[in-house]
């Protein structure tokens, strides 16, 4: 403490960011402030600016490839009819998103009995798991209740349903189209405010766009293969758990490997450097465990003096 200002002297700001074997102590990226700058700009609105236009250019020979990828697996899948066209408006220009014309029928008696039958596996696995399988269990718990709504619901409603096949499939695709031209903003905003180098910022983005455009065309088909085998049954669990929600976990999963990168500005390969010990200290340090024994010998009478509880017994305290 300075005896002038009366505030903490430079030397215990130092010694704040000492660890116990004199490395430093490096600040977690997230208590670090977000300093504005021009670098942060490009960031924030430049580099996803440039993403999403690249991603916008490339958008009809990518349809083209999804197509194609539909024209070839339709066969193997088993799913009749063919492929059609969708085209979305967005503004001046129109994207025509591919999709499965396959239908999917209204859940039969034997559908109703699979599926109460499924409903008891997932429940009665659910329960049973515990230890480190428990919050697995948690979500087999979850989709059985998932798929008991759809049950009840379908067992106490006549039909027609809301949506067909077709309908839904080329909805989750376009979907899919909104998620690729808004990716780099969403990795701009909440990965590109850390102190990143400029190539691990344009490969994260990279990976996501990458990912999801090889991974939307193939869940459309998983999708349209499972709600024509299974009836119409299968589509709530599909759309609330399989859907939008797994594109998101995605990004998830690539934003928790991402933040286990090295950063470049801050918190260097220096401040996150592993502590040494000095040269000449001592490596190991054994320290004596006290015992009951040691313990009530160390505990005085009424008004006897205090002894240390790590002594030997007969030594002086």
Known sequence: ???????????????????????????????????????????????????????????????????????????????????????????????????????????????????????????????????????????LRALAVIQLSAQVWFWLAPPPFSYTLPDYISGLLVCGVVILLLAPFLVAFTFHIFDFLLWQKVYMVSLLLGHLAIMLPLQAAVHAWIIHRGSLLAMPMLFLVFGVLLDVFVYISLYGWGMSWRSGGVLDSVDRRPPVLPQGALRSVTRPRPTPSAVRRSTPPMGGPITNPLARPGADA
């Open 1 to 139: 403490m300075s005896r002038v200002t009366g505030r903490p002297s430079r030397r215990i700001d130092q010694l704040r960011d000492k660890g116990f074997r004199g490395g430093r102590i490096a600040p977690h990226r997230a208590m670090i402030g977000l300093e504005i700058s021009w670098t942060l700009l490009v960031d924030l609105v430049v580099l996803p600016a440039i993403f999403a236009v690249t991603m916008f250019v490339l958008l009809d020979p990518l349809m083209d490839g999804w197509r194609a990828f539909f024209e070839f697996a339709r066969a193997p899948l088993g799913l009749p009819g063919g492929v059609s066209t969708r085209i979305v408006e967005l503004g001046p220009l129109a994207v025509a998103v591919p999709f499965y014309t396959s239908e999917a029928g209204w859940p039969t008696a034997r559908d109703m009995q699979t599926g109460w039958l499924f409903i008891g596996v997932l429940a009665l696995l659910g329960v049973t798991l515990r230890g480190r399988l428990l919050p697995f269990g948690y979500l």
